[in-house]
């Protein structure tokens, strides 16, 4: 819907107005395109038309609907423009008394001029850890979401607070910065946010002053930055200052003041501490007095002296330190009275006698001559000369007050350094949280340099403030994925361009200062000409000292004198060098840094033929606008980098009167804070935003049937929109939200409206009707009803005479008469004829009734047996397939044992076998070589023969010697080569057998530890199985004391029956059939042993069977006879039950010590296994010798056979000898005889050669014989070694075998024995049933027979209610009774409070013996175990419960049995023989007492823990009433959060159900109904107090339909309360506040009456609450009402007189006293038993 479409008829604008910048009007008549006037009709009834062009309409801004008015976030309003904003905060501010609102980002901060409740530290703990859109704005609410910022994102924070003086900036950075050290406390010794906390009395003291605009107005600027450790808790701070008014210490303005620190320095003249200070009064010093006015109205100067002096001391800066402060301090204001007179043309002169000077010189240690001297002279340095000049009085003050300022700025630094000084801490800083107090925009009838660097500052931080919020508005939209446009806003730049750009007004003002003739009327007009073109500098018209600049927020008129030398901030060097020759340390040391910075480097120093040249002042440069240039881009750069959180405080008037509210000042302030500004950015796009839920629950009335029906309610909601609003640019869908032009939301809610006036009217109509239709009818009838009447008159009287009178009243009587009669007779028939049916049906019913009961009670009796029988058999049967499962699940894991220890046998076995077959290919080996052996030994043999047939044929010994030899030759490469071969596979063989002796023996040690893991598991087995039997002996021994304490019940019984014989003896009549009775008890008696003797034969027997089958191949069966009984006499008594089963324990145990035989024969084996092992690795190390022997033998034999090949070479050389011969014989035939001499000299060398070379080889073949003897032996020990092995390898096998064979035979004896153990526990039971039944006989025996014989009765065993225990299991007792005690597993057996009774008895037997040290011992003992037990499980909330209701309950029986009156008036005559005797223990309950109410208040406080978050949700938040609320538009704040993510919805049942659980918690702990009730009360308490302060803080709770949700969830917990009977717990009285509360928002609010109930009804709450809450009801509809103002005043009025707590916030952590009345205890302590599941087994009962 377009805008223009919304001026219609009842719609209201703004239109501006001269005394209220804006009025609202009401619209007298549509508006349409092309109409020149919009008439209006004002508040006061006036008309007005307004002039509207037609060609381009400027229509007056629309005025929001009432129902958004009042909103805590601007963001929220439908319409966002400067009128909407100026009445929203009027009425929030003036109406509401609210001072805190959102807009966006931003916290509008109005001052109220007056305190309000809404700072404690109930506030404080209200806002920490709550969303920023949960709670009303506060500035908690923005210090929170800083805090939890940083902690999340790990990223630093800022609070940027501005506004003008007197807009309480201070005030709210002290609140922000108190949050923070509340919320993160250090923990620290050092106390680091005590510290930060006081810095700020110090730099109020000496950075504050009063005003005309505020008492107490921050005169310079601050960035507090508060340092966090990794745990977020304030570890620092650090401080930096910016632009102090200097100038304020020597001038103040018409009832204005000089800094704080002066005036209480005056205020303490007369203190001791003080009086070397020479003090005066405030208005005999001239810098105190100039203002007139030295005081200000409510504040005490002195008490604030005290405070400062503290808050230095709490700093830790020294007594030395504070008094050379004030000594400065003091000295300056002496120094302002130093008189300066005229003495003549331009000359000045001081009085050396003017005691001010003498005391300025004495405090500050300096020279009074060259002080006398130099303020009334100034040095000129000249080319040539120095040159000395007096100086006028006008520039000698000038001078002394510069002097002035220029001190008090050092020491205001230096005050600044110590405090940071101070407040650093040891430890790395993690993340920080600034806090900028800076003044904000300023404009008065005269600005100067002050005002100039101060709006330069805020155009920076507008700058910055614009950027931020465009980015913020840009990341919503990106989120939302709605399409981002660019939006149109202010940007400054420009201005900032025109103040520090290049040639800008500080860069001129710069160059002007350097100008030793500079004035501001020269620098003035170089504005002129530089800057005349910017259309933001403007030249006023009537002014030639001043300039106008156009500040973002208006423009500014400066007047330029004393820019200069403000700027310059000039001291003549004379008095700098007179302060730094000072012999005061203090202030000495404020003026080093004034000197000039020595050069460093290696530059060669050349001095100068004169004098240089010493600048007049040398802070020329660096003025005061660049420092603060350059501090304020630090700033900037800080605060950059962090995320900023924006508060801006506004001024609501300038007379200081608590909540009046000018709007001329106030908007005036919203154009120069930016709050306007980011309206606009607002309202450029889409400024109204509703999440899909609120939208489908404020306008579900506007949808049709069939769009509800959808179960997709965003789609729901853009059908609708689509409907309502044709125009689709009007709105756009986000991912979780719907996104508003302006306007929209004031239309949709127009529509609403008008259809709930139409649904109103459509009501209003039929109930009208109805009403009138029923007034008709009930008329219509009173007129049938007279006409009736009147017409029955009169025919009466036309028809009336005496004869008819007379015959109409004897018909009357005759009728009478016969109706009587009639009615008589039928009565009479009726009455016989009813009494007769009544009979009959009693009689039948009686009948029926009593065949029905008889019916009932046989089948009782049936059901009874029938379901004992079925018991016993479903306990048998359970008790057998659970002992079936365990054994069948033993016998599996039994299996997988065997079945993995035969796997790893097989492994063994394999291995064995591989081992054993290389062993055979060794040998085979060996063989191979001995047939080579063989070979070569008969190749020796021929070559002898061979040799021997040479010898014998000479003749032919050439022809045979050369084939002989080729033979040879050939033979012996043969050998040579099938030597090689078989030495090289010898050397392999060797070398492979080696490796497998190596990797048999890894296997075997594997082996051998595998087989010693397998006997360690098997020995754990038979571990387990001795256990488990040990359990089933431990399980029948408490059978056996259970039949015990069943025997000693009998006795007692037997007691009771002997007093009925001796009473029934009396009855002398009965005798003789009690008589008769007893023989035939007599004789059942006989039958009934008889019966027990066959019985107990028969378990004898059984006994015996199972006692052998047990014992079976293990004892002999002399030791069996000897375990079972023989008297079969005597086995029908108990004992001998008894003692059978001490059998079965002596069997189990033979069968234990038989397994622990087998265990022990096992590990024999185990280690005879090892022996072997070890003889197996002895054999492998001498087979690895004797390896090594053959490879040496193998050695020489290859030596040898070279040497034989090196030998053998000699052949060829005979044979060349042989060829020569031959040769010879050819030629020389002729000379044979000549030759033959010489041939057979040559024949018998040759032979002689040979001969020679035959021997040699010949003992060379023996040598070889014997090596082949040698390897023989070697052979044959490899054989033997082999042979070993494998009797090893048989002997594991065998091993092996057995131990399968013990396995199964194991296997097969665990199940034989859990087949005899099911056996055995039925015939347990069946004895169990027949002892009962011989038990129940002997019972009926004994007592007949008493009864016959009338002995004396016997006495049974009378306890004492005692228990003994010994001084060494003293810490077993505490142990096991109070440190191990799991409320669980015993409360549910056990009589509640069991622990105490228990500990009663042991303190009663301490006192019985009258042993003071085991008393006081036990007693110390218990306290400290409990004390353990709390401290160890302080959050388990059964543990506390449990030992609340003990400590209680052994309180009140150390008071009960205690001995004194006030305490034994309930007790039993035998609790009066119980009492203590000896030790009075009054110290040690009063100890007990006060641990009770430690426990709880531990209690309590983790219940609260528990239930707290489900207080303000189910409470207030979770509608119980469905349908009667609607939500309203919520603001960026509630955008910004994540509310609507997934998390735990709590409701009124949660809270009812913590409660229950609470509720059962305790009665199942027996705790006492009074703690239970003060603990329910507590708990009422919290729910009421914390619902209570969150609706206080929650302006969005406080309507009339949350009150009917209170008031019903309310009525919830009160019917929770009948149910648990607890009405008479007083808790409804805690939530009466909380339901007066709810009344008060439901009950009408505009009369004179309706403020009186008011006051006379709401008794709880106190007037602050009450006013708050009327303050802060919101109408959810039109159609209701607004608190006017003036009713507010009427009922504090009311309540003016009216006495109590002025505080706006219940104490939700108070706790009520608690008591522990007096309750005694019934219990007997005589026949309390203890359970054996304590294991309290050396308690002995007394």
Not at 1192 to 1204: A, F, G, K, M, Y
Not at 1389 to 1410: F, K, Q, T
Not at 1445 to 1455: G, P
Not at 1689 to 1695: I, M
């Amino acid at each position: 819907m377009a805008l223009l479409e919304l001026y219609t008829e009842y719609n209201r604008v703004w239109i501006p107005d001269a005394e209220n910048v804006w009025k609202s009007a009401e619209i007298k008549k549509d508006f349409h395109p092309g109409d020149n006037v919009l008439e209006l009709l004002l508040e006061d009834g006036t008309e007005l038309l307004h002039p509207v062009d037609p060609s381009s309409p400027q229509l007056p801004p629309l005025r929001n609907p009432d129902i958004l008015v009042g909103e805590n976030d601007l963001t929220a309003l439908s319409y966002l423009h400067e009128p909407a904003v100026l009445h929203n905060l009027k009425v929030r501010f003036v109406e509401s008394r609210i001072i805190y609102t959102y807009c966006g980002i931003i916290l509008v901060a109005v001052n109220p001029y007056k305190q309000l409740p809404i700072y404690g530290d109930a506030i404080i703990h209200a806002y920490s850890g709550q969303n920023m859109g949960d709670m009303d704005p506060h500035i908690f609410a923005v210090a929170e979401e800083a805090y939890k910022q940083m902690a999340r994102n790990h990223k630093n924070q800022s609070i940027i607070v501005s506004g003008e003086s007197g807009a309480g900036k201070t005030v709210s950075a002290r609140f922000a910065m108190r949050y923070f050290a509340v919320v993160s406390k250090s923990g620290s010794k050092t106390r680091v946010e005590d510290k930060v906390l006081a810095s700020n009395p110090i730099t109020e003291a000496i950075g504050n002053a009063k005003t005309t605009r505020n008492d107490n107005s921050s005169r310079f600027g601050k960035y507090t930055e508060i340092g966090f450790d990794r745990r977020y808790r304030i570890i620092g701070a650090n401080m930096r200052t910016y632009l102090l008014e200097k100038s304020r210490v020597v001038f103040q303005a018409d009832n204005e003041r000089n800094y704080h620190i002066f005036y209480q320095m005056c205020s303490c003249a007369h203190l001791p501490e003080f009086k070397n200070l020479r003090l005066l009064s405030a208005d005999k010093f001239q810098y105190t007095s100039i203002g007139g006015n030295i005081s200000i109205e409510g504040v005490d100067d002195r008490k604030d002296m005290e405070e400062t002096r503290q808050t230095f001391s709490l700093l830790g800066l020294k007594e030395d330190f504070q008094s050379d402060v004030f000594k400065v301090l003091a000295a300056i204001l002496h120094l302002g009275n130093v008189e300066i007179r005229n003495s003549g043309d331009e000359k000045s002169l001081v009085s050396p006698s003017d005691p001010h000077l003498a005391v300025f010189c004495e405090l500050l240690d300096v020279s009074a001559e060259g002080l006398v001297r130099w303020l009334c002279h100034r040095r000129i340095v000249l080319v040539a000369e120095t040159v000395v000049k007096p100086l006028p009085r006008k520039r000698a003050v000038n001078a002394r007050d510069a002097l002035a300022k220029q001190i008090y700025a050092h020491l205001f630094d230096c005050i600044i350094n110590s405090i940071n000084m101070a407040l650093k801490v040891p430890g790395k800083q993690h993340a920080f949280i600034g806090v900028l107090d800076i003044y904000g925009f300023e404009t008065f009838e005269i600005n100067s340099f002050e005002q100039f660097c101060i709006n330069y500052a805020n155009e920076k931080l507008q700058q910055q403030f614009n950027l931020h919020v465009f980015k913020l508005e840009q990341e919503e939209y990106m989120k939302e994925d709605i399409p981002w446009t660019l939006i149109d806003f202010y940007d400054n730049q420009p201005v900032i361009d025109l103040i520090e750009a290049k040639m800008g007004i500080l860069d001129l003002l710069d160059e002007e200062c350097l100008f030793p003739q500079g004035t501001d009327q020269s620098w003035l007009q170089k504005l002129y000409n530089y800057l005349h073109t910017s259309p933001l500098f403007e030249k006023p018209r009537l002014s030639n000292e001043a300039f106008v600049i156009q500040h973002f927020a208006d423009k500014v008129v400066y007047q330029c004198r004393g820019f200069l030398e403000k700027n310059r901030d000039a001291l003549y060097e004379e008095l700098v060098d007179i302060m730094r020759d000072s012999k005061f340390p203090f202030l000495a040391n404020f003026f080093q840094d004034e000197e000039q910075p020595t050069v460093t480097g290696k530059a060669v120093k050349v001095k100068p033929a004169r004098p240089g040249v010493k600048p007049a002042n040398k802070q020329l440069r660096t003025s005061v606008g660049d420092k603060f240039r350059s501090s304020l881009s630090l700033l900037m750069e800080t605060l950059n980098a962090t995320t900023p959180h924006y508060v801006r405080c506004i001024k609501p008037n300038d007379e200081k009167l608590p909540f009046e509210y000018d709007s001329r000042r106030v908007v005036q302030q919203l154009r120069a804070c930016g709050v306007l500004e980011t309206i606009h950015i607002s309202a450029q796009s889409y400024p109204s935003r509703w999440t899909y839920i609120e939208f489908y629950s404020r306008y579900s009335v506007l949808m049709t049937h069939q769009e509800t029906g959808v179960s997709d309610k965003k789609q729901t909601c853009k059908n609708v929109l689509q409907r309502l609003i044709q125009d689709s640019n009007q709105y756009k869908f986000g991912r979780t939200k719907i996104f508003f032009r302006a306007g929209q939301v004031a239309y949709l809610e127009k529509l609403r409206l008008d259809r709930l006036r139409g649904a109103c009217i459509t009501i209003q109509k039929h109930v009208r009707g109805w009403s009138q239709r029923r007034k008709y009818l009930q008329m219509r009838e009173a007129a049938i009803i007279l006409q009736q009447y009147i017409r029955g008159k009169r025919s009466i009287r036309k028809a009336v005479s005496p004869a008819m009178l007379k015959q109409g009243w004897a018909a009357v009587v005759i009728q009478r008469r016969w109706k009587g009669y009639r009615m008589r007779q039928i009565y009479q028939l009726v009455r016989l004829a009813s009494v007769t049916i009544q009979a009959f049906t009693r009689g039948w019913m009686a009948r029926k009734q009593y065949k029905k009961m008889q019916e009932e009670h046989k089948a009782l009796v049936l059901q009874k047996y029938a379901r004992a029988w079925l018991a016993r058999r479903r306990f048998q049967t359970m008790r057998r397939l659970v002992l079936n499962v365990q054994l069948s699940y033993r016998v599996q894991q039994l299996r997988k044992k065997i079945d993995e220890q035969n796997k790893e046998n097989r492994g063994l076995m394999e291995r064995l076998t591989s081992l054993a077959n290389s062993h055979s290919q060794t040998v085979d080996r060996l063989h191979s070589l001995e047939t080579q052996l063989e070979k070569s030994t008969n190749q020796n043999a021929s070559l002898e023969a061979r040799e021997k047939k040479v010898k014998e044929d000479t003749s032919l010994a050439l022809a045979q010697l050369q084939t002989q030899i080729d033979a040879l030759t050939l033979d012996k490469q043969k050998m040579e080569e099938t030597y090689e071969a078989s030495s090289k596979k010898a050397k392999e063989s060797f070398d492979q057998i080696k490796r497998n002796l190596l990797e048999d023996k890894e296997n075997e040690a594997r082996l051998r530890k595998i087989a010693e893991n397998s006997i360690e598991i098997q020995r754990q087995d038979h571990d387990k199985e001795v256990e488990a039997l040990k359990e089933e002996i431990k399980r029948l021994k408490e059978e056996r004391v259970g039949l015990q304490r069943k025997m000693e019940e009998g006795s007692q019984v037997n007691a009771d029956l002997q007093e009925q014989v001796i009473q029934l003896s009396k009855h002398v009549k009965i005798i003789p059939e009690l008589r008769k009775e007893v023989s035939n008890l007599q004789t059942q008696k006989n039958n009934l042993d008889r019966k027990i003797k066959e019985q107990s034969e028969q378990a004898r027997a059984k006994m015996a069977d199972f006692t052998r089958q047990l014992l079976d191949d293990v004892v002999e069966e002399e030791v069996l006879s000897g375990l079972t009984p023989n008297d079969s006499e005597k086995i029908y008594e108990i004992e001998d039950v008894l003692t059978a089963l001490d059998g079965l324990q002596k069997a189990s145990r033979i069968l234990e010590n038989h397994q622990k035989e087998q265990k022990e024969s096992f590990e024999t084996q185990v280690e005879g296994m090892k022996l072997k092992v070890e003889h197996l690795q002895n054999e492998n190390s001498k087979l690895q010798n004797l390896f090594q022997e053959k490879s040496n033998i193998n050695e020489n034999i290859r030596q040898e056979v070279s040497r034989l090949s090196s030998e053998n070479s000699v052949i060829p050389e005979l044979k060349l000898q042989v060829s020569e011969l031959q040769r010879q014989k050819q030629e020389l035939e002729v000379h044979v005889e000549e030759k033959a001499t010489e041939l057979a000299e040559k024949t018998e060398e040759i032979t002689n050669v040979l001969q020679k070379k035959i021997q040699e080889e010949n003992s060379q073949r023996r040598h070889f014989e014997e090596r082949a003897e040698e390897l023989e032996e070697v052979k044959e020990q490899l054989q033997a070694r082999i042979e070993e092995l494998e009797e090893d390898n048989n002997h594991l096998k065998k091993v092996q075998m057995m131990e399968n064979e013990a396995k199964i035979r194991l296997r097969h004896e665990a199940s034989r024995l859990t087949a005899e153990n099911i056996d055995f526990e039925e015939q347990l039971d069946k004895k169990d049933r027949l002892i009962k039944k011989l038990q129940s006989q002997i019972k009926s025996l004994e007592t007949s027979q008493r009864a016959k014989q009338t002995p004396l009765p016997n006495i049974p065993k009378d306890y004492l209610g005692m228990l003994e225990y010994k001084r060494d299991d003293e810490s077993k007792l505490i142990q096991n009774i109070i440190l191990d005690l799991k409320p669980k597993g015993v409360v549910v057996n056990m009589i509640p409070g069991l622990p105490s009774y228990i500990l009663l008895m042991c303190i009663r037997h301490a006192d019985y013996l009258n042993d003071e040290t085991k008393l006081k011992s036990l007693m110390n003992a218990t306290i400290s175990a409990i004390k353990k037990v709390i401290m160890t499980h302080h959050k388990d909330l059964e543990l506390l419960s449990f030992w609340l209701s003990n400590t209680y309950l052994l309180l009140n029986c150390l008071k009960q049995y205690s001995g004194e009156e006030e305490f034994m008036k309930q007790n039993t005559p035998r609790q009066m023989k119980n009492c203590l005797q000896n030790f009075d223990l009054s110290e040690h309950r009063q100890i007990i007492s006060d641990l009770a109410i430690h426990i709880y208040h531990q209690f309590i406080s983790v219940m609260e823990k528990a239930l707290s978050p489900a207080i303000v949700p189910g409470m207030l938040e979770h509608e119980s009433l469905q349908g009667i609320s609607s939500m309203k538009p919520t603001g960026f704040r509630k955008r910004s959060n994540s509310i609507y993510e997934d998390s735990e919805t709590y409701t009124i049942s949660s809270i009812l159900q913590q409660l229950s659980i609470f509720h059962s918690i305790m009665m199942q702990h027996g705790m006492e109904p009074d703690l239970i009730q003060q603990a329910i009360k507590q708990m009422f308490y919290l729910v009421g107090a914390t619902t209570l302060n969150n609706m206080m803080l929650r302006k969005d709770m406080c309507s009339c339909r949350k009150g009917m949700q209170i008031r019903c969830n309310i009525s919830y917990l009160e019917e929770w309360l009948k149910e648990k009977e607890l009405q008479n717990s007083n808790s409804m009285d805690t939530l009466r506040p909380l339901s007066q509360a709810a009344w008060l928002l439901q009950v009408n609010k505009s009369t004179e009456d309706d403020a009186k109930e008011i006051t006379e009804k709401c008794t709880e709450l106190n007037p602050v609450q009450i006013v708050k809450i009327l303050n802060s009801y919101t109408p959810i509809d039109d159609f209701e009402k607004r608190v006017s103002s003036s009713f507010v005043r009427k009922v504090q009025s009311l309540l003016h007189d009216r006495e109590g707590s002025t505080q706006l916030m219940l104490d939700a952590d108070y706790r009520f006293q608690v008591t522990f009345p007096f309750r005694s205890s019934s219990q007997a302590l005589e026949l309390l038993q203890v359970p054996n599941s304590l294991h309290l087994g050396f308690l002995t009962r007394i």
